[in-house]
C-alpha cells in the first residue's frame, strides 16, 4: 500500500501527469529572476557575509514550504536579493560574464531532461551533439581530422586532465618515475597547474616557473634554458604549459616560439587558452592564437569569453588516441562489446562519469547567433579595455601596469601627496588599495578584483561585459579614486599628530 506521503512526494516529480505545474512552476521562477534583473541598479547589494548568515540558518530544512512561490519568495530574501549580478555593467572583477539567452535555453532544456552524457543509452543525440562541438572546436583550433576532447566542468579539470594525459605518455615513452618528471610554466601560470601536478602524485619540486618579460608572457630563452637545465639534470619535462590569456593580465604567451622548443625537446606542449579562447571566435584578433595549433592539448573555457553559463569548457587533443589514458571499462556501463559495435561512450574520454549536457547552451548558441556574433562580442570587450587603459594610463591619480591584449586592465591608485620614495609610502599606497576595494564591495556600486605585482597590492578590472562603456569604467576610476584618497586624508590627521609627537619629544 502506497503512503499518503508518498504520494504527494511524487506530484513533484517531472512527468506526463505534472507538466502543467513544472511549466507554471518554471515560468514564476524566469518571471522573478527576470524582475530582478530588470530592476537591478547595481551589480550587487554590499551584503556582509555576517549579515546573511543568520538569515540562511535560520531556515529549517527540516519543515518544508510545500510551495514553489513561498519558496521562492523565500529564496528572494536569501539569495537574490544579495546575489552578485554578473549582467550589469559595473561589474568589473573576475572572469565571469553575462550569459546570452540561447545558452539558458539550453539551460533549461538540458536541466528538465536530465541526460547524462557519460553513455550513449543515457544521452544518444546528445553525445552526437557533444561530439560534433569538439569537432568544430578543434577545427577553429587548427587541428587536424585525428583531433578530439571533451567537456569538462571548467579550466582546472581540463588543465588536470591534460597534465594526466602528458604523464601517462612521458611515462609510456621514457619510462622515467614520477620523481623524474617535470612541468614547465610561466610565472603568471595559472595556479590549477600546480595544483594539478599534486593531484598526479607529482614530486613537490615538479612545477618550475619561468620568467616572464615586461607584457607578463612566458620568456622563450627563459624556457629554453631550463628545459636545457633538465636534460642535463636527467629530468623529464612531461609538459611544458603555455597560457593563453592569464588571468590577471590577459597575456598570451608567444606560442610559435614554445612550440619550437617543445618540438626540439620532445616535451608535451599545453595551451591553457580557458580565457583566450574567445578568440577562436574573433574576426579581427584571431591571429593572437597563432601556433595554438601545434599544441597537443588546449583547454577552452565557453563560460569565460564565449557568454556561457557556468559550467561549459572542453579539452581539445591534438591526437585523440591519448584519451585512452583515462579510459576505464565497467561492465555495468561501457563494455567492450559497445566499443566493438560502434557505440559511442564519452565516459571512455572523460575523468567523469556522470556528466551534464553542458554542450547542449553552446549548440543553442551557435545556431541562434552563429560565432561571429559570439566573435563580435569578445571583440567588443577587448576594444573597451584598450580604450580603459588608455583612460587610465592618462590618469595622473592612477599608475597602470601593461596593456592587456585581451579584457583586463591592473592599476592602482597612487595618493598624490604619497609617492612611493620609500616603504611608508609603498605601504600607504598598498592600504588606500586594499580599502578602496572593499569599500566599493560595501557600497554595492561596482565590484573590482585585486591582485598582487612585484608584491604591492593592485586593483583589476576584467571587462567581459559589453555593455559596459567608457563612462562606466570612468565612474568607477572615480569611485575607486574617491574611496582611496578619504582613506589617506583619514590617516593624515593622525600621521601629523605622531610627527608632532616625535619632533616634541
Request: net charge negative.
Amino acid at each position: 500500500m502506497t503512503s499518503p506521503h508518498a504520494g504527494a512526494a511524487r506530484s513533484y516529480l517531472l512527468n506526463d501527469r505534472t507538466a502543467e505545474g513544472y511549466r507554471r512552476a518554471m515560468t514564476s521562477a524566469t518571471e522573478r529572476v527576470a524582475d530582478r534583473i530588470r530592476r537591478a541598479d547595481r551589480p550587487f547589494s554590499g551584503v556582509a557575509p555576517e549579515r546573511l548568515a543568520p538569515e540562511i540558518a535560520a531556515v529549517d530544512l527540516e519543515r518544508p514550504l510545500h510551495d514553489h512561490a513561498a519558496a521562492l519568495d523565500e529564496l528572494e530574501r536569501v539569495y537574490l536579493r544579495d546575489a552578485v549580478y554578473f549582467h550589469h555593467p559595473r561589474y568589473l572583477a573576475h572572469l565571469n560574464c553575462p550569459v546570452v539567452i540561447p545558452a539558458l535555453l539550453g539551460e533549461a532544456v538540458l536541466s528538465a531532461v536530465n541526460s547524462s552524457l557519460d553513455t550513449w543509452d543515457q544521452s544518444a543525440g546528445g553525445t552526437l551533439i557533444e561530439r560534433r562541438l569538439i569537432e568544430w572546436t578543434a577545427g577553429r583550433i587548427g587541428f587536424g581530422p585525428a583531433a578530439d576532447g571533451v567537456f569538462t566542468s571548467g579550466g582546472t579539470q581540463s588543465n588536470l586532465h591534460a597534465l594526466l594525459l602528458a604523464r601517462e605518455e612521458a611515462q609510456a615513452i621514457a619510462g622515467a618515475a614520477p620523481s623524474r618528471l617535470r612541468v614547465i610554466t610561466s610565472a603568471a601560470g595559472h595556479f590549477s597547474v600546480r595544483r594539478a601536478a599534486n593531484l598526479l602524485g607529482l614530486g613537490p619540486d615538479a612545477v618550475v616557473t619561468v620568467e616572464t618579460d615586461d607584457e607578463q608572457r612566458m620568456r622563450p630563452d627563459a624556457l629554453a634554458r631550463e628545459l636545457d637545465r633538465c636534460r642535463r639534470a636527467g629530468l623529464v619535462v612531461m609538459a611544458v604549459v603555455a597560457t593563453a590569456g592569464t588571468t590577471d593580465f590577459g597575456s598570451i604567451d608567444p606560442l610559435p616560439e614554445i612550440a619550437d622548443l617543445c618540438a626540439q625537446a620532445g616535451a608535451w606542449l599545453h595551451v591553457d587558452a580557458a580565457y583566450g579562447c574567445g578568440l577562436l571566435v574573433s574576426r579581427r584578433r584571431r591571429h593572437l592564437l597563432d601556433g595554438v595549433e601545434r599544441a597537443d592539448s588546449v583547454t577552452v573555457d565557453f563560460h569565460k569569453s564565449f557568454f556561457q553559463p557556468v559550467s561549459s569548457s572542453a579539452l581539445l587533443v591534438r591526437d585523440g588516441a591519448v584519451l585512452r589514458h583515462a579510459a576505464h571499462h565497467a561492465d555495468y556501463l561501457n563494455p567492450r562489446r559497445m566499443a566493438e559495435r560502434g557505440i559511442p561512450n564519452q565516459v571512455d574520454k572523460s575523468l567523469q562519469t556522470t556528466r551534464r549536457f553542458d554542450a547542449l547552451k553552446l549548440w543553442l548558441t551557435l545556431r541562434v547567433m552563429g560565432p561571429d556574433a559570439v566573435g563580435e562580442l569578445f571583440d567588443e570587450v577587448v576594444d573597451r579595455a584598450a580604450a580603459s587603459y588608455a583612460l587610465a594610463a592618462a590618469d595622473p591619480r592612477f599608475e597602470v601596469v601593461t596593456r592587456s591584449p585581451l579584457s583586463t586592465l591592473v592599476f592602482r591608485y597612487l595618493p598624490p601627496d604619497h609617492l612611493e620614495h620609500g616603504d611608508p609610502g609603498r605601504e600607504l599606497a598598498d592600504d588606500a588599495n586594499l580599502y578602496a576595494r572593499e569599500a566599493l564591495a560595501a557600497s554595492g556600486e561596482a565590484v573590482v578584483a585585486g591582485t598582487t605585482v612585484d608584491g604591492r597590492h593592485y586593483l583589476k578590472f576584467t571587462l567581459l561585459n559589453p555593455e559596459t562603456t567608457l563612462d562606466d569604467v570612468a565612474h568607477v576610476l572615480d569611485l575607486l579614486a574617491g574611496h582611496a584618497q578619504r582613506y589617506v586624508d583619514d590617516l593624515a590627521p593622525l600621521a601629523g599628530h605622531a610627527e608632532a609627537t616625535h619632533v616634541h619629544a
